[in-house]
C-alpha cells in the first residue's frame, strides 16, 4: 500500500538555507506562526495546511510543488 511505503516529507527548511533565510524572517515573511515554522523545522514531516504551504512558498519565492517530496521510509532509517 502506498501509505505504507511513502511518506511525504517538507523541504522548508532546506529551502530556507539556501536562501540565507531564519526562522525569524521566514514567519515574518510568511505571517506563519513562528512555532508552527520551529515545528517544520525540527520534523519535516509534520502536517501542515495547504495555506501554510502556500503562505512559506510565497516567503520563500518558489512554487508550493516545491517545498514537499515523497520519501522512502527506508530512506530514513539509519
Not at 35 to 47: D, G, H, S
Amino acid at each position: 500500500m502506498y501509505a505504507e511505503t511513502m511518506r511525504i516529507r517538507l523541504r522548508v527548511k532546506e529551502l530556507a538555507e539556501a536562501k540565507e533565510m531564519s526562522m525569524t524572517r521566514l514567519h515574518i515573511r510568511s505571517e506563519v506562526a513562528y512555532n508552527t515554522i520551529r515545528r517544520i523545522f525540527r520534523n519535516p514531516y509534520a502536517e501542515v495546511t495547504t495555506t501554510t504551504l502556500e503562505r512559506l512558498a510565497s516567503a520563500l519565492g518558489v512554487a508550493p510543488s516545491e517545498l514537499i517530496e515523497d520519501v522512502e521510509d527506508a530512506e530514513e532509517k539509519p
